[in-house]
């Protein structure tokens, strides 16, 4: 699979990761085409954003009355699923007909299918980890569950890990536009909690807690997503309501030139350190010889000298 920045797993992948299902996951679910934060802050929120996503997804309910209700989660997963896989064209779509004005779809289209490919990557694999736990559930006593229940076990290792991948990235749909993975984020929370406060289904919580529960993660993913928002168009100026083309590029950070500034060696060729055409030659700058007619005058004086016949120099 290719992306709009080359390879989709950017070389990363090697034949011992496929024993760390999470290690795969973070390779496939988060491709190299997507582009990194902007800066620490911004990570950040996208973490305390995934953490109250989980939340949400998970559903603290499955917990009450006896413990993990393994079925209802199962349940839950594939109403996720097929949330996700509704909400994130229509949403997307919603914000291609305000970007109309700005720039066409034709300069998304590369990312846009990107996203698509990746939405519906994980979709069938929440779908297969599902079939395969209720395969395995259903062979219990045969030999074929050792080879199904390990691959189920891998897959739900890979399922797990890849959520908070996407969560975080959103499909990546900032490959699109920067502030889709907040704005779809927010959507997905309400869109799962409202049918809850709409029917009165708190899932045996009771009413005060019930109501708390539902809607504690769709309030806080929001509440982080509008910080998100807020600062990047701050201090990057991308606004939601405008057209990727229209945006102004990320800020690059300078980065200082290391090792020698003049390149290899000396910068005016070998020998002489003065540039070529300079008026003084390769060496010494004075030609040959020493610049002073009787060597150097700052010498100290030398002793006086004794004649080869040993006789006095001043007379006999």
């Given at each position: 699979?290719?992306g709009?920045?080359?390879s989709?797993t950017g070389?990363?992948l090697r034949g011992?990761?496929?024993?760390k299902p999470?290690?795969?996951?973070?390779?496939?679910?988060?491709?190299?085409?997507?582009?990194?934060?902007?800066?620490a802050?911004v990570e950040?929120?996208?973490?305390v954003?995934?953490?109250?996503?989980?939340?949400?997804?998970?559903?603290?309910y499955?917990?009450?009355?006896g413990?993990l209700?393994?079925?209802?989660?199962?349940?839950n997963?594939?109403?996720?699923?097929?949330v996700?896989?509704?909400v994130?064209?229509v949403?997307?779509?919603?914000?291609?007909?305000?970007?109309r004005?700005?720039g066409?779809?034709?300069?998304l289209?590369?990312?846009?299918v990107?996203?698509?490919k990746?939405?519906?990557f994980?979709?069938g694999?929440?779908v297969?980890?599902?079939?395969?736990?209720?395969?395995a559930?259903?062979?219990?006593?045969?030999f074929?569950?050792?080879?199904?229940?390990l691959?189920?076990?891998?897959m739900?290792?890979f399922?797990?890990?890849?959520a908070?991948?996407?969560?975080?990235?959103?499909f990546?749909?900032?490959?699109?536009?920067?502030?889709?993975p907040p704005l779809?984020?927010?959507?997905?929370?309400?869109?799962?909690?409202?049918?809850?406060?709409?029917?009165?289904?708190?899932h045996?919580?009771?009413?005060?807690?019930?109501?708390?529960?539902?809607l504690g993660?769709p309030?806080?993913?929001t509440a982080v997503?509008l910080?998100?928002?807020g600062?990047?168009k701050?201090?990057?100026?991308i606004?939601?309501?405008?057209?990727?083309a229209?945006?102004?590029p990320?800020r690059?950070?300078?980065?200082?030139?290391?090792?020698?500034?003049y390149?290899?060696?000396?910068?005016y060729?070998q020998?002489?350190p003065y540039?070529?055409g300079?008026?003084?030659?390769?060496?010494?700058?004075?030609?040959?010889?020493?610049p002073?007619?009787?060597g150097?005058?700052?010498?100290?004086?030398?002793?006086?000298?004794?004649?080869?016949?040993g006789?006095?120099?001043y007379?006999?």
């Open positions: 699979m290719a709009a920045r080359g989709w070389g990363r011992g990761s496929f024993l999470h290690k795969v996951a973070r390779v496939l679910l988060h491709p190299a085409w997507i582009p990194e934060s902007l800066d802050t950040r929120l996208k973490r954003r995934v953490v109250a996503g989980a939340v949400a997804a998970i559903g603290v499955t917990f009450v009355e413990g209700a393994l079925t209802e989660m199962m349940e997963t594939l109403i996720a699923a097929a996700l896989l509704f994130t064209p949403t997307v779509g919603v914000m291609l007909y305000v970007w004005r700005g066409t779809v034709r300069q289209r590369p990312s846009l990107n996203a698509l990746l939405l519906l994980f979709v694999s929440v297969a980890t599902v079939l395969l736990l209720q395969g559930s259903a062979m219990s006593g045969s074929a569950i050792i080879p199904i229940g691959l189920a076990l891998w739900v290792g399922v797990g890990a890849g908070l991948r996407i969560t975080a990235n959103f990546g749909t900032a490959a699109v536009h920067r502030a889709l779809l984020a927010t959507v997905t929370t309400w869109l799962m909690a409202v049918p809850d406060l709409v029917t009165g289904d708190l045996g919580l009771g009413l005060r807690l019930g109501v708390v529960f539902i993660a309030v806080t993913v997503s910080l998100e928002l600062r990047l701050r201090r990057y100026g606004r939601l309501g405008a057209h990727p229209t945006l102004p990320p690059q950070t300078y980065v200082p030139p290391q090792g020698n500034p390149g290899q060696g000396n910068p060729g020998g002489s540039p070529p300079s008026p003084y030659p390769a060496g010494n700058p004075y030609g040959q010889g020493s002073y007619p009787r150097n005058p700052y010498a100290p004086p030398s002793p006086p000298r004794q004649p080869r016949n006789r006095n120099p007379g006999r």
